[in-house]
């Protein structure tokens, strides 16, 4: 038992001197480090913050500007620090004038500055070369607006009756100057609607594309967008054959005296169709000297026509033989 007691006395005068040798060391190293930091023989490299002032009334940066510059500098342990981890640094302002007229600052231009304003470390150098700028003027134009329609706006056999209105039609935009230019002059407003059968009539958001949107600010929220439209109908008719330019021996089968011909009419001329004197012409000139057949044609073709085809499409020629 004593002898537990002796270890166990020893364990906790060995715990106990242990924790003076740490709390030795750590004061030490506290007094080194206090005592180091704050000599004045210290380099390092720092990013320091810098930010532009110019008037953002009539100026916007196009691309994304610096936000810091690269630095070399020496001095106080604890400045050196405390610009490293950017703790209260103040940013270096850069006053432009005429920033549209600038895209390039070299930094040898604001060395004396920016010494200024690393006190009470000093500069040794910038390792950034010049700074990049793309800063444009801001104006305000008139852009004409168009209506962005696709093969699936309309319905199946629907047809623009009219002129796509668009009012206003022309968006008051202002932005930089590089940026309106992206625009090619015009400014597109998406149909929302799908399959259209009926005479359209609908207010529209309008919008700046997005990859532009941070950049532009439009004066109209909407556009009245209006137009008509027109279904074609499907149907057929048989047609006379007539036979142009046929030499005497030249001839197709005597039992086809017709053909079918199926089409898409305007629905507003349904009845124009129905007293229109259309034939079906056979044009030896325009015949395949490669299999000996003539297409059909029209005689004439009126606008209120679409998809016109013929069956059959095409005749065999028949040739007799020389007397």
């Not at 532009?52 to 500098?73: G, H, K």
């Not at 050196?80 to 070299?106: A, G, H, T, W």
């Not at 532009?216 to 109908?233: A, I, K």
Request: net charge neutral; charged share 30%; aromatic share 8%.
């Amino acid at each position: 038992m004593d002898f537990k007691k002796y270890f166990k006395k020893l364990k906790e005068q060995k715990t106990s001197n242990l924790k003076v040798v740490a709390l030795c060391v750590l004061t030490a190293t506290t007094f080194w480090v206090l005592n180091a930091m704050n000599k004045d023989s210290y380099y390092t490299i720092v990013d320091y913050p810098i930010e532009f002032f110019y008037d953002r009334q009539e100026y916007m940066a196009v691309d994304e500007l610096p936000s810091n510059v690269r630095v070399e500098i020496h001095g106080n342990g604890w400045d050196l620090l405390r610009k490293y981890f950017r703790v209260n640094v103040p940013p270096f302002i850069i006053e432009l004038k005429d920033p549209s007229r600038q895209d390039v600052i070299l930094t040898r231009n604001i060395q004396r500055e920016l010494s200024d304003k690393l006190l009470p470390s000093q500069l040794t150098s910038i390792l950034t070369d010049s700074l990049k700028l793309n800063i444009d003027n801001l104006v305000t134009r008139k852009i004409k607006v168009q209506v962005d329609t696709t093969p699936s706006t309309l319905g199946k056999n629907i047809r623009l009756a009219s002129s796509i209105k668009v009012d206003p039609e022309y968006v008051t935009v202002k932005g930089p100057t590089s940026v309106l230019q992206r625009l090619g002059g015009s400014f597109s407003v998406r149909l929302e609607d799908e399959k259209i059968n009926k005479n359209y009539s609908k207010l529209l958001p309008i919008k700046a594309p997005k990859e532009l949107s941070d950049f532009l600010t439009l004066q109209e929220d909407n556009v009245l967008v209006e137009f008509e439209v027109v279904e074609f109908l499907e149907g057929n008719k048989r047609l006379r054959l007539k036979k142009v330019n046929f030499p005497d021996r030249v001839d197709i089968d005597p039992d086809i005296s017709s053909v079918i011909m199926t089409y898409l009419v305007d629905e507003r001329h349904v009845n124009d169709l129905k007293e229109a004197e259309l034939e079906g012409i056979l044009n030896y000139v325009n015949r395949n000297r490669q299999d000996s057949t003539v297409n059909v044609q029209l005689n004439r073709r009126p606008p209120y026509l679409e998809n016109i085809t013929f069956e059959p499409n095409s005749l065999q020629l028949k040739y007799s033989e020389r007397e």
